[in-house]
Each structure stands twice: as structure tokens, then as C-alpha cells.
């Protein structure tokens, strides 16, 4: 599988959501947008879909508050229901700070476990080096490159509106 | 216009955040500069220093192992001694880091980009040392875990759900996990712009591993941010929970001294007092040592002595109440326990407690103490020590003499103690001076936030104007 | 002074409305009063205590945004200043308390505190002197620390000098360490000791945290009803809304967690001291309330307000406001109204008094707050740290 990406590097956020917006809106496939920080209207720019980690955080938050709950019930008033100083064993106010800590932790590592999985990133992975200034102080679109009818003048055309830098092809095998 | 940072003509306005003429590749070759530079004295010195403290620990574990935990200065009446007060001023310290990354993050005060990377890491190991302490005082730490994992032991009973304590092992580790994941997550860009500067092979590597392949695709970047936040959102709610359940360690009881309803706030509120204490500890002379005054500006200095007398109030408050309801409540037991902590045979301990939490960090209303350093380090010297007392007294006041005369008792703590205590403080150090060395101290990608916006933008600053109100 | 002046036809409204409800809960509330003078004292604390929260909120909030200087404070600060220039209408309104004391306090019968040992021990601090010359003490404080504050902002917006922005800053930072302590002692004095014996150290901290929050859901009441006022329109107030909204937010969340940290050490505890004040709060009746409190006083509001799209549709915020104005009442009325059982079991015996006395003093709360609004612009005119706040727009 080879895939094919042209290149175009800027070096400032302005200009990347700028052309970002404009080659979107002329038709061509964005691959990616590659900058040294989280860019607020990239998003938008590039169309995608607002995040659903929020809802995922949730649902796991869930699972650890019912976790919580139950094992505490469970353990507490009907496995080995040990009386405390004579609270009862429904001691649902005693339960709440464990409850707590659950949906805590389990929204956390749930969150962090989606990231990974979604985002397709594992320690040691190996990926495409884009530009090697990307993590320092540069801005890179890529478009897909499908076919040999790629119209790299119109393109590079458009780019310079935005003060374009540079422009690569890049080949990934 | 937009190219500099903007003049501001008043002069009562806050100081920038970010020194002038500082650019994405500044920022970047300044920060990664601190780990590839040749190694410095002071941190080879603060290394052996460091090593030679956790030598201490390495005694004080030894003999507790071989004695039991009948080595340190524990009696009758007070069961609870430095284990918990360490523990409980160890924890403290992790809090400001919590507020800094969390807190601040969800208020969008820009100021803390660059310090909550080195905040982030000392809650890791303050948090670190805080679990030495209820491990340890156990006596048999490798079965520890067994005791306090929810988990029925051989004669079927389980953890005790209703005692603050399990509640304690629950927080602890939630808040440990939780702080080492937003810690990681906001780690993995920055090791990804190291392992593309970085110059030796083994670096490039290991920064690879670290950094999961990242190459700031904004696809990424779209999901990564919005983990962030919720990240920063549970871990809010989070910082409160834990010192709060901390507090019922002792306010469940029924121990005069212990049980008062205000302790959850009280403790927050100290918590974060005296991690800011600490933060400006260890900034102070690693701004000095590595120049990092174009990141750690007075604008820093200003904003956190602010949070210090803040919490420095709420916590004066929380010992003023404590006063007056005990006097108030008409309880006999109150009222002699604040009597005896007030002039009974700890006083000396109770005034330099005042002296060190109330007294001298008044000294912050002055704006020139605020911006000057060797000032605040001095006033935070005090809050390190005087947070440290406050749980003194708080443990060993109360116990020592409560309910029933006949079993009054004095504490006195013994060497095995203090070695425990000091080899934490090394594993701490260790630990700071370690991650100063391999790890970015300051986020690269949220100063890049803050560098002023090139050419052609309309927006000259990302946040100029929550940046005016962490004024 | 020839200040700027402000007007809108809601503010009319709100006046001529408050002013005849007012009026017209007033009579009823006389009627009451004839008929049962006990009820009516027991009932106006509740909605005394309500209302003067309502306008210390806003003090305190005040303060606050003088210290943080936040976008939001700028939209609210005129509602806070007049929120808070409602203080000397507060004073007047305290007069009935000072006549009802004997039938409030049981601290107040000598033959009660001669057989009672704990109120022997406590007259030093609770007795009637001591009760009046601490009010006397609280408000001078309270309308002292207004006083100036409005002034000097009021000021600000006719000749822009510099110079007021530091005093005002310079007031709030010791004031609101002052205005803490004072709340404490003041709800020490009023609502704590109705039930002599009891005690917590986190009530006062119960109170500031209360009163923050209503005050917040006043604000929002007004923010979004005032929108299309050119001053609110010029700085695009309704976009800060979901700033409010975040505020009281995070303010609900600080009442819940104050409010279970309470809950939860005297529960555990299980004391004979402390522990009849919950248990008679959970039954007869109460309970049901209590189940309300931590549904529609916590839950409900937690999950809407967590939602950004909520916080941004006025609608739907001033719905959640007026609910966390209803259930501060309800709140307050949970933690005073069962305090008057004297011994006997306390069963839930609302009056219709419980309704008309906040309903007419709020009446005038509001047409007083509406007279106080007209008084200066909307929004501060020279304030120098509102071109700084406001500069970086649009994000």
C-alpha cells in the first residue's frame, strides 16, 4: 500500500486555517494538518466532527459509579455484614466518597484508553515523518495525491494566497 | 502590532507571561535546552545530596522492617504519629499541582502554561512519599496491599467500607493515577518535539518510545485537547475529594480536636497553601539556576503569593473557628482540648504553628515581598514548616490527652522518625532533580500558546483576556 | 451628582410589580401576623435570612470580581453594587427580629438559661446585648464596605480617574476576610443558635457559599432579561452567560460538597450533641424536603449546568436560576423552620405565612434593587481594566 501526500508547509496559524478552509472548499481530499500546537479553529476548518470523548468519559464514569455501588452494598450489607458502631448496613452516606473516587478513576482511565485506541498512537510507534519541524515551529497540510491528474500548479497557486513556504510531495511505502 | 507583546500604559497593569521576543523555536531551543546542556554542578551536588538523604530512608525502612513499627515514638493514647503527619503534609504538597494543571486550566489562566509541567511532577512524587507512610506503617508492607485492596482475606471479611481509611486508599490511588495520566498525556507532545531534536541515537529512541508516535496531526490534536478538558474536569472535583477524605481521616472520629465539621475545607485550602509553598520552593532556585526568567515572570511570583494568602486566610479562618466553637459548643472536652493546645505542653509548638501560617505570610499583602525572591522563598519556608506543624498539632494534641486523664500520655518522636521523614524528602528531590534532567520542565507546546501570533492574525493573543483577569 | 443613568422598561416593570406584591403580600402577611404572632415571627427569619443572603451575595461577589477582574464581573457589576445597596432596606427590615427575639431564642427566657447549664456557659456571647450590638456591628461593616465600593465605582464612570481602580482592589482584598467572618458570626447569631445546643464549624462556610450562589442566580435572572439594553448589547452581555452559568455551576457544586461534608462527619459521628439536628430533619416530612434538596438543590442543576449548550440558551439558564432561587428558600427553610419544635417531635407544618413574608419582602427587595439599578449605567464606563478584559474578543 503506498499512499501519496502533497505538501504544504506555513508558519503560522492564520494561514494554515486559512488554506486549510480554502482547499477543503476547492475540492481536494484533506489527508491531515500537522501543527506544533492544538490549533482552535482547525476543526472547523478541516470539518470535522465535534469530539464524542465527552460521552465515552461518561459511560465509563457510569460503569465505575454502578462498580462502586454495588460491590460496596454487596460486600458491606450482604457477603460479610460486619456492624459498625452500629450504622446500618446501608451505609449509602459512608459509601459515597469510594463511589466518588470510582467514577473518577474509571472516567479517567477510560478517556485515556479511548485516546490511545482512537488516535491509533502506542509507545514505540512508528510513524511518517512529515516535516521535521513540525513539533518545533512549522504548519503542514497534506492533501491526498490519488492519480496522476493531480493539478499540483492549481494547487500551489491557491497556497500562495496563504503564504506558503515550501512544497513537497511525499511518499509513504 | 500583533508581532509584540502589547505595551500597556498603565503601570498597575500585570506583567506578561512570557518575556518579549520570544518565538516558537526560542521557546523550544530554551527549553530543551535545560536537558541537553551539559550536566551542571548544582545538579550533580543536588544528586548526591539527594542520594544521600534517601540513605536515611534506607535506615529508617531497615530498622523498622527488622523492629516493627514499635521503633518510632508511638504510645497509647496517640496510635497516629509522624506516619500520618507526613503522609497527610506529603499529600498536601501533590494539591497545588492539581489546582495548577486542572484548576487553572478550566478558568483559562494562561499563566500557569508554564508551570504546571513542574507542578504536575511534584504532585507525582509528593504523592510518591505520602504512600511510603500508610505502606510503612503497617509494618509489613509486601502484604499491604492485600490488606487494603477491596479484597475478603482468608476468613471471608472484607475492607471495612464505612472507615475513612479505605476511603483513603481509594483517593490516594485514584488521585496518584489520575495525576500521573494528565501528567503523561501533556508529556507526549513535548517528547515528541524532543525526540526530533534530539541529537544522539539513544535519545531519539527512548523519546520515541515516550512519545507514541506522535506528529501533531490535528486529527489528534482535536481528540487529545478535548481529553485534556475532561481530564482537567475530573480531576477538580478530584483535588477537592481527596484532601476532603483526608480530613475524615480524623473528623469521622470522635477525638475532640478531630471532629469538626469544617475540617473538609480547611484541609483543601491547606493543602493547596502549602503545595503552593513548595512550588515556589523548587521554582525559585531553578528559575535562578537555569535562567528561566522569559517564563517564570513576576506576573508567576505575583499570582501564586496571591493563592498563598488566599488559602493562608481560609486556613487562619479554619484555626479561628476551630477556637470558637470550642468555646462555643459548651463541651468540656472542647473546650480543655483548645485550652491544652493553646497552653498545655505543645504551646510552643501551637504559636510557631501561628506564627509560621498566620503570622508571616501577612507579609504577602506587600506587593514588594510578592515580587521579590529571596523574600517569598523565605515566607515559604515558613508555610513548609508551619503546614507541617499544623498537622503536628492537630495528630498529637488531641490525642494525647483526650477523654480519660488516666491514660494521658506524652509523645515524643525518636531518630527512626526523623530518618523516615528526611529519606522521603530525598526520594522527593531525587525524584525532581531526575525529571528537571530528562523531561521538559516547562510545556513547550502551551508556552508556544502564549509566543505572539506571526503576520497575518486577527487575534494578537489567545486569551489575552482571561490572561487580564488572573490579575 | 450628575451620574449616567439607566433605564429599561423591565426595570419599570419590576418596580411598579414589586411595589404591588409587595404591598398586597404585606397585607396578608398582617393578617397572619395578628392572627398567629409566633408563626409570624418563626416564618419572617426564613424569609428575612433569604433575602439579606441574596444581597450579601452580591456584596461578596462584588469583591470578588474586583480581585479577579473576570470578564463576567464586569456584565454584573452593576447588578451586584445594587444587589448590594439593598442592605440599609435590610436594616430596616431587621427591626421585627429585635421585637420577635423572645420568640426565636430560647436563649433569650433567664428562667430557661438558669436551669440550662450550656446556656449558662454560652450567655457571654449569647445574650440580647451582645445579639443587637453585633448586628448593629455587622451592617455598619456590611453598608460600610458597599458604600465605598459604589461610590468609588460610581465615581469612576463620571471622571475615569485612574486612581479608583487600586481602591477598589485595596478594599476587597481585606474585605472579604472581613465580610466571611462577619456572615459567620452572623449566621452563628441568627440561624445557629434558634437551636442553642447545636453547633457545626462549617456553618458559617455553609452561608457564603449560599448566598454566592443566589446571588449569581439573581444576576442571571437580570443579565438575561436585560439583553437587549443597549449597554448589555454593546458589550454582547448575553454571550458571558455561559460564564454565569459556569459560576453558579461551580457554586452549586461548592453548596453540595459543603453541605455533604456536614452531613457526612455528623452522621458518622452519630454524637447526642450533634446528631439530633439531622435526625429531626430527616422525618415527619423533612425527609421528603431533604430528597428534594439534593435533586433539584444538586443533581437536576448538576447535570443541565454541565452541558455547554444549556449554559448558552438564556431560556434555559433562567429556568435553571429561578429553580436555584426556589430551592435556596427551600433550603433555608429546612434548616430553620425545624428548629422551632422546642422538645416536642417536629412534624412539617408549612403556613401560608411561609409563602406571603419572602414573597413581600422580595417585593420590595426587588422594586428597591430596580430604583438602585436606575441609578448609574448598566455597565462601568471608565473602568481601565475593562479595555484590557474585553480587548481579547471572540473566542
Known sequence: MSNSYFLGVFDNESDIVAATRITRESGYDIHDVYTPYAVHDLPEAMGLKSSRLTWVCLMFALLGFSIAIFSQFWIAGVDWAVNVGGRPFNSLPAYLPVMFECIVLFGGLGVLFTLFVRTKLYPGKKELTIHPEVTNDRFVLAVELRDSAFDTAAITMLWEQYHVLEIRQLSEA | ?471 | MATESFDHPFLNKIRTLGLLFGALFLVLTVIGAISNPQQFYQSYIIGYVYWLCISLGCLSLLMLHHLISGRWGFVIRRLLESGARTLPLMVILFIPIIFGMHNLYEWTHADVVANDPILKFKSPYLNETGFISRAVFYFVLWIGMTWLLTKWSRTQDETGEPGLKSKMINLSGPGIPVLILSVTFASTDWVMSLEPHWFSTIFGFIFVVGQALAAMAMCIIWVVNLSDADAFSEIEASKYLSDLGTLMFAFTVLWSYVSFSQFLIIWSANLAEEAPWYIKRGQGGWDIMAVALILFHFALPFFLLLQRAIKRRAALLLAIAVLMLVMRYVDLYWYIAPSFSHGGPVGFHPHFLDLTIPLSIGGFWLAYFAMQLKGAALVPLHDPRMAETFAGEGH
Open chain 2, 1 to 471: 502590532m500583533a508581532s509584540t507583546a502589547p505595551e500597556k500604559e498603565d503601570p498597575t497593569a500585570p506583567a506578561p507571561v512570557l518575556g518579549p521576543g520570544q518565538t516558537y523555536t526560542t521557546v523550544t531551543q530554551k527549553i530543551s535546552s535545560i536537558i541537553t546542556s551539559r550536566t551542571p554542578l548544582g545538579w550533580i551536588i543536588g544528586v548526591a545530596l539527594a542520594l544521600g538523604l534517601m540513605q536515611c530512608f534506607a535506615l529508617g525502612v531497615t530498622w523498622l522492617l527488622i523492629k516493627g513499627v514499635g521503633v518510632w515514638g508511638l504510645n497509647v493514647p496517640v496510635g497516629w504519629g509522624w506516619a500520618i503527619i507526613n503522609f497527610v503534609w506529603w499529600i498536601g504538597i501533590g494539591h497545588a499541582g492539581t489546582l495548577i494543571s486542572a484548576i487553572l486550566l478550566l478558568m483559562r489562566q494562561n499563566w500557569r502554561n508554564s508551570i504546571n509541567r513542574f507542578a504536575e511532577a511534584m504532585t507525582i512524587f509528593a504523592v510518591i512519599c505520602a504512600m511510603q507512610f500508610p505502606l510503612l506503617h503497617t509494618g509489613r508492607p509486601w502484604i499491604a496491599a492485600y490488606w487494603l485492596l477491596p479484597y475478603p482475606n482468608s476468613m471471608g471479611v472484607w475492607p471495612q467500607f464505612r472507615s475513612p481509611l479505605i476511603w483513603d486508599v481509594f483517593a490516594v490511588s485514584t488521585y496518584f493515577t489520575v495525576s500521573l495520566i494528565f501528567w503523561y498525556i501533556g508529556l507526549i507532545p513535548d517528547f515528541a518535539t524532543l525526540r526530533d531534536k534530539a541529537k544522539q541515537k539513544v535519545s531519539r529512541v527512548i523519546y520515541g518510545i515516550l512519545s507514541m508516535g506522535w506528529r501533531g496531526s490535528a486529527k489528534h490534536w482535536h481528540n487529545y485537547e478535548m481529553t485534556s478538558l475532561l481530564l482537567a474536569g475530573i480531576s477538580t472535583p478530584l483535588v477537592l475529594s481527596v484532601h476532603s477524605i483526608v480530613s475524615f481521616d480524623f473528623s469521622v472520629g470522635l477525638v475532640p480536636g478531630w471532629h469538626a465539621t469544617i475540617f473538609p475545607p480547611y484541609f483543601v485550602a491547606g493543602a493547596v497553601f502549602a503545595g503552593f509553598a513548595m512550588v515556589l520552593t523548587l521554582a525559585l532556585p531553578l528559575r535562578a539556576v537555569y535562567g528561566l526568567h522569559d517564563f517564570i515572570t513576576d506576573r508567576h511570583l505575583n499570582n501564586m503569593s496571591k493563592v498563598m494568602l488566599a488559602t493562608g486566610l481560609i486556613v487562619a479562618y479554619g484555626y479561628g473557628m476551630e477556637q470558637f466553637y470550642a468555646w462555643y459548643s459548651a463541651s468540656t472536652y472542647e473546650g480543655y482540648m483548645m485550652q491544652n493546645r493553646t497552653w498545655g505542653p505543645y504551646s510552643f509548638e501551637y504559636w510557631m504553628l501561628i506564627l509560621c501560617n498566620v503570622a508571616v505570610p501577612q507579609l504577602l499583602w506587600i506587593k514588594w515581598v510578592r515580587l521579590n525572591p529571596i523574600m517569598l522563598f523565605i515566607v515559604s519556608m515558613f508555610i513548609n514548616v508551619g503546614m507541617w506543624l499544623e498537622r503536628f498539632i492537630i495528630v498529637v494534641t488531641s490525642l494525647h490527652r483526650d477523654y480519660m486523664p488516666s491514660s494521658w500520655d506524652m509523645y515524643r518522636s525518636t531518630p527512626w522518625d526523623w530518618l523516615l521523614y528526611i529519606g522521603t524528602i530525598g526520594i522527593f528531590l531525587l525524584g525532581m532533580l531526575l525529571f528537571i534532567r530528562v523531561m521538559p520542565v516547562i510545556n513547550i507546546v502551551e508556552i508556544r500558546l502564549l509566543v505572539p501570533r506571526k503576520g497575518h492574525d486577527k487575534k494578537p493573543d489567545h486569551d489575552a483576556s482571561a490572561d487580564a483577569s488572573a490579575d
